[in-house]
């Protein structure tokens, strides 16, 4: 009796090992972490975000971005945008650092948003006196159905989302 409750308890242990250390591997996630990052000339841009798939869902009903509602722009933690020089977004400046990147949806209108709190859960503790850059752009429709969110950055300097049927590009210089 007494081996057959140090086995149960053993396999427990060991149950519960492998269940922590699978939390701690966010690769393991439903969506896993992703980085877009380029060389923009002597700078450095990235987008550090967890990746969700649309899965059947629609966006804007039961999937985010939800209209009026600050989005994490990905899943799991604020998806963060960092930069190791300043730049210009469409021509407006943000000073080098990392940033929380939200995205706010009305109707076409999508306003990429720079946030200085960075580190932290979704969108939850999101506060616009934070804000360090808000920019308005004109979403339009992707070329292809994205299952997966997507991030480009492209050598011109083009960062381009891709989420479902969405798309949404801007210029940093």
Do not use: C
Not at 9 to 23: E, P, R
Not at 73 to 82: D, H, P, S, Y
Not at 126 to 136: A, G, H, I, M, S
């Amino acid at each position: 009796m007494k081996k057959i409750f140090l086995s149960a308890l053993t396999i427990l242990f060991l149950l519960t090992g492998l269940h922590v250390q699978a939390q701690k591997d966010k690769s393991m996630r439903p969506s896993p972490p992703v980085t877009a990052s380029q060389k923009l000339g002597e700078t450095t841009v990235a987008i550090t975000y967890s990746q969700p798939s649309v899965k059947g869902r629609t966006i804007g009903d039961d999937l985010e971005p939800i209209p009026g509602k600050v989005w994490r722009a990905g899943a799991n933690e604020a998806t963060v945008f960092e930069t190791d020089k300043d730049i210009l977004v469409e021509g407006k400046n943000l000073p080098k650092g990392k940033y929380g990147f939200f995205i706010l949806v009305k109707e076409a209108t999508w306003t990429i948003i720079f946030n200085k709190t960075w580190d932290q859960w979704g969108a939850f503790k999101y506060k616009e006196t934070d804000d360090v850059l808000r920019v308005p752009l004109t979403a339009g429709k992707a070329a292809a159905f994205a299952e997966k969110l997507i991030y480009k950055i492209s050598d011109a300097g083009i960062i381009t989302v891709l989420w479902g049927n969405n798309e949404v590009t801007f210029a940093v210089k």
